[in-house]
């Protein structure tokens, strides 16, 4: 469990780069407010 929890530090300080950007805007469904800042939304994305 110890391991688990240094590798998630270790790993979560470097940031994710995506090989692509996808251009928005993207329509998106809200499923559920979380708080005054935070939401779930659905949306059906595709690159190609």
């Known amino acids: 469990m110890r391991l688990a929890c240094a590798l998630l530090a270790i ?5 994710a ?4 950007r996808m251009a928005g805007p993207v329509e998106a469904e809200v499923v559920r407010v979380v708080d005054g800042d935070t939401l779930v939304a659905r949306a059906r994305i595709w690159l190609g």
């Not at 780069?17 to 692509?20: K, L, M, R, T």
């Open 11 to 15: 790993f979560s300080a470097f940031p």
């Open 17 to 20: 780069y995506a090989a692509e």
